[in-house]
């Protein structure tokens, strides 16, 4: 039996993304318990088809393989859980519908495809996106973020060739998330600091499993337009000073120039900017690649590069400068000695890298110096 006309546009849809399948499933079954007109679709991914499970409260409802025709597994997954949702949202016995994505997937790609079909005409113009959320296993989150375990290692890559370490997939989940549940309703100091560090402008967070609420999740109103500002490079948060509570280690760190990185002198500081336990991310230029826009992105002992396209576009409306926000722990000395060491570390790192005013007047010379970031920005184009 189909729902009426006056209630299209009433079903909240809400993205579930996790890099632990436990976590995901406690959180399904818990929220399928406290509201039984919630009805869950859940994705995993195998190496030639895509499994959907669709439950509620009395038990599974379907268990479907759907052969993959194409590389595209994000693409798959939103190719399927649209029509799905769509049929599910239309029956008429359930009042809202969860997604729950494969683990170690992030929830902007899908919220965004399912937030453009709610759209005036699109296959989901019944529904509208509540909440993007995420569930965080906060007493391994320093060692899952900082560690250097890639998730082929664990178990939790999406397809054969996936290169991420577990910590750039958990603080890209953190990061999106409109709301970010922990395991626990008492996290340590240290970890719940560096958690409220990472999360994006204007998130949410709940501790324990125990108080995420379906009704909780309905409620809320998914913005795209928040989430992809919350995804972007220039959307890293700085949390300044330390900790609110008593014993937490955790700090942020800005660096920040209008001075674009000198080519060769990046390549030479680029240990000192990457070792260790951290958690950095933001957006850069290059003297010799002017009007270009670069991602820099690193979790788990991992740095990645990118040429992000032209800055006119993908920074509109600010001028070229370097800007990475680094989130850290102290060591067991404290709060002191340790953390000021490394930030201080970076620091000196960071300024040594970048041009010197004078470099930078060289302009267009720059184009016909030799080419050292090619390895990691693609050939250089005039």
């Known amino acids: 039996m189909y729902g009426t006309g006056k209630n299209r546009g009433n079903i909240p849809v809400s993205v579930l993304a996790t890099t632990d399948q436990v976590l995901r499933d406690s959180a399904l079954f818990g929220l399928l318990m406290d509201a039984p007109a919630v009805v869950a679709v859940r994705h995993d991914i195998h ?9 509620d409260a009395t038990g599974v409802l379907e268990d479907v ?68 959320f995420t569930v965080v296993d906060i007493d391994t989150l320093q060692q899952d973020l900082f560690g250097d375990d890639t998730l082929v290692e664990r178990g939790l890559e999406l397809t054969a060739d996936d290169e991420r370490s577990v910590g750039e997939a958990l603080a890209a989940q953190i990061e999106q998330a409109d709301l970010v549940v922990t395991s626990s309703p008492s996290p340590s100091p240290t970890s719940s600091g560096l958690l409220d560090r990472l999360r994006g402008a204007g998130t949410r967070r709940v501790d324990g499993l125990h108080a995420l609420s379906a009704a909780d999740l309905a409620a809320a109103r998914h913005s795209p337009a928040r989430a992809e500002r919350r995804a972007h490079p220039l959307g890293a948060v700085v949390v300044t000073g330390p900790g609110g509570v008593p014993g937490d280690r955790s700090w ?15 390549l030479d500081q680029i240990e000192e900017l990457s070792v260790g336990g951290l958690r950095a991310r933001g957006v850069f230029h290059v003297a010799d690649r002017p009007g270009l826009a670069c991602l820099w992105d690193g979790a788990g002992g991992q740095l990645a590069f990118a040429d992000l396209g032209p800055w006119s576009e993908v920074c509109a409306g600010t001028a070229p400068h370097t ?10 000395r404290g709060a002191g000695a340790g953390s000021q060491d490394d930030r201080q570390r970076l620091r000196e790192a960071f300024h040594a890298a ?29």
């Open 47 to 55: 190496t030639d088809h895509l499994r959907r499970v669709v439950l």
């Open 323 to 332: 800007r990475i926000v680094v989130v850290g722990v102290a060591d067991d």
């Open 65 to 132: 393989i759907v052969p993959l025709e194409h590389a595209c597994l994000s693409c798959a997954v939103r190719e399927d859980a649209v029509p799905t949702i769509a049929r599910l949202a239309r029956d008429g016995r359930w009042t809202h519908v969860l997604l729950a994505l494969p683990v170690s997937a992030e929830p902007l790609p899908a919220a965004r495809a399912l937030a453009n079909e709610t759209r005036p005409g699109g296959a989901l113009d019944h529904t509208r996106i509540a909440t993007s």
């Open 354 to 382: 970048l041009c010197t005013p004078e470099e930078v007047a060289a302009g267009v010379e720059w184009l016909w110096r030799e080419d050292h970031l090619a390895p990691w920005l693609g050939a250089r184009t005039v």
């Open 252 to 266: 942020t760190l800005e660096l920040r120039s209008a001075l674009p990185f000198h080519p060769e002198r990046l």
